[in-house]
């Protein structure tokens, strides 16, 4: 399945680039749970007031998404970004 996350920024960060290599880099920490295959960090290209600004794509089995929820590279992407976040959605699909 896919686990899309889509980050609405409370406010966009300077350098846009260096925003995504950070989360990134948080997300890599997810390939080492047992199910989950692949991420991509996908930055918006269109800069308008009612549109997210990323979006996170985790490839990985259903089964995966408990041990997901529990590992250390989601609490990290909570704890690091979760205030500056105006808005998140969550969707999965096949």
Known sequence: MQHHILVKWKERPADT?????????????????PGVHAVRVIPNVIDRPNRYDLM???TMDKDALPAYDA???????K????????????????
């Open 56 to 58: 996170i794509v985790l």
């Open 17 to 33: 680039a260096c925003r995504v290599r950070e989360v990134e880099a948080v997300f890599h920490g997810a390939l080492e749970v």
């Open 79 to 94: 704890n690091r970004y979760g205030e500056l976040i105006e808005n998140k959605a969550i969707f999965d699909c096949d």
């Open 71 to 77: 590992c250390e590279a989601h609490h990290a992407w």
